[in-house]
């Protein structure tokens, strides 16, 4: 059998061995009081552990090896931290270990205290041939109580990672929230494969400059379209020729340089995607909005929220044009439902739960929660996926989990640390 330290922890946690008449190597009785708490940090592998051997009742650490020489491997008989472990807990006994005094360790032996067939079911959730996740036989089976509650802490995981990233940059512009959620907001409007350019147009564009013409949307046009690098050419037509009129005028004021041109991507994008169609409606959302991430922190109601980014105007050359000069049929190049969700996913809810989490203000953290609840499930290949094995996805808060889910635990096979694989497991 392949045992690992990860099963043994397990095992020893959830108290998964046959406890009938506990003995040490030695022949000493054992009464395990309780296992403690595990230690995912340096030293010994569970703390405050309350154990009687023989007539005495210790209280400390507990150290787990698949084998007991493992000790000796590990130098922890020249470490003094490990002095004041009370047990050590093996697979198999191999070899008697001592502390740094050359104490003789007690030892609980598991050899042959674990059910093989909980070893079986672990063996095949872990190293089993699956296609897509390792519990894909089974997941189907855990209850809806046991999925909520895990899939609650996944996505808080998942929104305290994002949150970090958004800490950072939030230094970066000296803590000013407005300027962080306006670069952020404007790699969104990239989506994945233009939101490097998008972020690099914003960071070259500071939001304090586009309030200064927030009377003029033909300026706030020509600063985003030049910033982006779309004016340096030569136009047949009337509006990209007034754009870069307005530019190179604006840019020499500002003293700005455009990024390049060719970081933003057309290829395999449907037309409403182009990049153009992006800039002029996030030129058309600067132009309709002040202080934007106020007006987030503000308003609770999501129909609300979603009113923000509605109705955004976009120049009517562009009801006309995907690119510049180059005319094709009439169409709205408003702003879709799908578009506006993945805004209010990717940048509202985010923002709530940094804003909550950096300020403490638990409020918003419910908030950013309670909107993710209240957003459509993502449809992408990973839900598909999770659909087709019986798992219910109805909202942004559940897929958004499972992505989590899928991505940090099922990619890994961390199922021993995954509420959903310790139920199948029956370890809790």
Not at 40 to 58: S, V, Y
Not at 134 to 150: F, G, K, N, Q, Y
Not at 316 to 342: C, Q
Request: glycine share 4%; with cysteine; hydrophobic share 40%.
């Amino acid at each position: 059998m392949l045992f690992t330290e990860d099963f043994l922890y397990h095992v020893w946690k959830f108290r998964l061995y046959n406890r009938d008449s506990l003995q040490t190597t030695t022949g000493e009785t054992i009464e395990v009081i309780n296992p403690g708490m595990q230690n995912t940090n340096a030293g010994p592998d569970f703390q405050q552990a309350r154990i009687k051997i023989g007539d005495t009742l210790w209280a400390g650490n507990v150290e787990i090896h698949v084998a007991a020489s493992d000790w000796d491997k590990h130098n922890h008989q020249q470490d003094k931290a490990y002095d004041n472990v009370i047990l050590h807990v093996v697979y198999r006994d191999d070899a008697p270990v001592k502390t740094t005094e050359g104490n003789l360790m007690p030892t609980l032996e598991l050899e042959h205290r674990i059910p093989a067939e909980l070893y079986s079911r672990y063996h095949n959730l872990v190293y089993g041939d699956q296609k897509i996740i390792p519990c894909e036989s089974a997941i189907h089976t855990v209850d809806d109580l046991t999925m909520r509650t895990w899939l609650t802490r996944v996505l808080v995981e998942r929104l305290e990672k994002k949150s970090a990233f958004v800490a950072q940059t939030l230094k970066q512009n000296t803590g000013d929230w407005e300027e962080t959620f306006y670069q952020h907001l404007a790699a969104n409007f990239g989506f994945k494969i233009n939101a490097l350019p998008f972020e690099m147009l914003a960071k070259s564009l500071p939001q304090v400059i586009l309030g200064k013409h927030k009377n003029s949307p033909l300026q706030i046009e020509a600063l985003i379209f030049g910033q982006a690098g779309f004016l340096e050419e030569d136009f047949k037509d009337e509006y990209p020729n007034q754009l870069k009129t307005e530019y190179q005028f604006l840019r020499k004021k500002y003293g700005f340089e455009p990024i390049d041109k060719y970081l933003f991507k057309f290829l395999r994008l449907r037309p409403l995607n182009f990049p153009t169609i992006r800039l002029a409606q996030f030129a058309g959302l600067i132009s309709k909005s002040n202080h934007l991430l106020s007006k987030v922190l503000e308003i609770s109601d999501v129909k609300l929220l979603r009113d923000l980014f509605t109705d955004i105007p976009v120049n009517p050359y562009w009801e006309t044009h995907y690119r510049f000069d180059v005319e094709s049929a009439p169409s709205s190049k408003e702003m879709g439902l799908i578009s506006v969700n993945n805004l209010l996913l990717n940048s509202l809810a985010l923002f709530l739960f940094s804003y909550g989490k950096l300020h403490q203000q638990e409020r918003y953290i419910d908030r950013s929660l309670l909107l993710l609840e209240q957003l459509p499930a993502e449809d992408n290949s990973i839900i598909s996926s999770f659909v087709e094995l019986g798992v219910k996805t109805k909202t942004a808060f559940e897929t958004q989990a499972l992505l989590e889910l899928k991505n940090n635990y099922c990619n890994y096979k961390k199922c021993l640390q995954c509420s959903v694989g310790n139920k199948i497991l029956k370890l809790i």
